[in-house]
């Protein structure tokens, strides 16, 4: 059974930086590709960043360009995003995705994680 599991969230204030780590257990598969997305309350849930299986290829939401960073380790199983100069409307639960394939993917995740808080004052 695949289990994704985040951590790194929390408070921070306009401007800063977090770090999101989301470690994949019990996947049985290979290659496959990985994504964040994000919920803000009253909102959909919404693509953030992609990463393929190689890492050589990435994408991003276009409010996110420039600020965040997707990148993974496969021998460790776990998938990064890296937010910089964050701003109060980067607040929502954050999770993490995974599906089977070698692509870059950005929609038709089985597989999510529980979620993430992050919440940016302003």
């Known amino acids: 059974q695949v289990q994704l599991v985040e951590s790194g969230g929390g408070l921070v204030q306009a401007g800063g930086s977090l770090g999101l780590s989301c470690v994949a257990s019990?996947?049985?598969?290979?290659?496959?590709?990985l994504g964040w997305f994000r919920q803000a309350p009253g909102k959909e849930r919404e693509f953030v960043a992609a990463i393929a299986w190689s890492g050589g290829r990435t994408d991003y939401a276009y409010s996110v360009r420039g600020r965040f960073t997707i990148s993974r380790d496969n021998a460790k199983n776990t998938v990064f995003l890296q937010m910089n100069s964050l701003k109060p409307e980067d607040t929502a639960v954050y999770y993490c995705a995974a599906r089977s394939g070698a692509r870059l993917y950005y929609t038709n995740y089985p597989y999510w994680g529980q979620g993430t808080q992050v919440t940016v004052s302003s």
């Open positions: 019990g996947v049985t598969f290979s290659p496959y590709g």
